[in-house]
């Protein structure tokens, strides 16, 4: 019995002895991991699929509010409609042009109120064009202030209102025109077009704004053009200051000679 004691006893420290030997030492599972590391294995893997790209799924008594989707970008807004509309659809005869002058919605985006025709008859002597009717016109271009001045410079020149053709750029009276943004949309091309249905034997033209429309570059003299090129027509071509500024001594003297100067001291 004795004997047996002690064998059972000389197992049982061996067994606590191995047990002691299996338990890692310190640095042992970083060397294991250095090891696997060292043969190209640095990441756990598993046999079961993953779906990586599923939504994932709510706690019980939980909803998974999907992410908003991205906001599409904004139409680009569709180009201002051309003044006048299709040329191809112009008047061909000035009589014609009078008409569509008055009810083309085109003309100036839809609107027909306040509109005021040309005056005068075509192969006139001298063809006039300023920005745009007075503000206080009804029915007959420059009937105000900008009239009567108009009306003395022509006496001046002994121009009879029957050798005179008077228009305006726009149609109606127009508050601060935005003189580049109609030539881009094509207000130049309509002036040029009752031009050529005019016929004029010369074309007087008020406002650096107007001669724009024309080519002309705003930033040089209104006095440097000299001639109207348009299709087949060649004119000679005084360029002024807005009519309503030669109300002033220095600027009336200075169109004076101008005015001489263009028609070589004829009166037309």
């Known amino acids: 019995m004795i004997a047996l004691g002690a064998e059972v006893k000389a197992e049982a420290m061996e067994g606590l002895r191995q047990r002691e030997n299996d338990r890692l030492r310190p640095g042992d599972l970083a060397g294991a991991m250095a090891w696997w590391r060292d043969a190209g294995v640095d990441l756990d893997f598993t046999d079961e ?31 201002p409609a051309r003044i006048g509309g299709d ?24 609107s027909l109120r306040g509109r005021v025709p040309p005056r005068g008859s075509a192969e006139a002597q001298v063809m006039i064009v300023v920005g745009q009717p007075e503000a206080e016109d009804e029915g007959e271009l420059l009937s105000a202030s900008q009239g009567r001045l108009l009306s003395a410079m022509l006496a001046a020149m ?12 726009l149609p109606r009276h127009t508050p601060v025109p935005d ?16 031009i050529a249905l005019a016929r ?3 074309l007087l033209v008020f406002g650096e704004g107007v001669l724009s429309l024309l080519g002309n570059d705003p930033a040089q003299s209104a ?46």
């Open 87 to 110: 040329p191809q659809a112009w008047p061909a005869d000035l009589a014609a042009f009078r008409e569509w002058w008055l009810a083309e919605p085109l003309l100036d985006g839809g």
């Open 49 to 79: 699929p993953q779906g990586w790209l599923a939504a994932p799924e709510a706690p019980p008594g939980h909803e998974i509010k999907s992410a908003a989707a991205p906001a599409r970008p904004a139409p680009e807004p569709a180009p």
């Open 200 to 202: 004029p034997r010369r």
């Open 223 to 268: 006095q440097n053009s000299s001639h109207f090129y348009h299709e087949d027509q060649t004119l000679p071509l005084l360029g002024a200051r807005e009519l309503a500024s030669l109300a002033r001594p220095a600027w009336k003297a200075r169109f004076w000679r101008d005015w001489l100067d263009w028609t070589g001291t004829e009166t037309a």
């Open 179 to 194: 003189w580049a943004d109609l030539a881009a949309r094509g207000l130049g091309a309509v002036l040029r077009h009752h």
């Open 158 to 169: 002994s121009l009879p209102p029957e050798a005179v053709y008077l228009a305006s750029a």
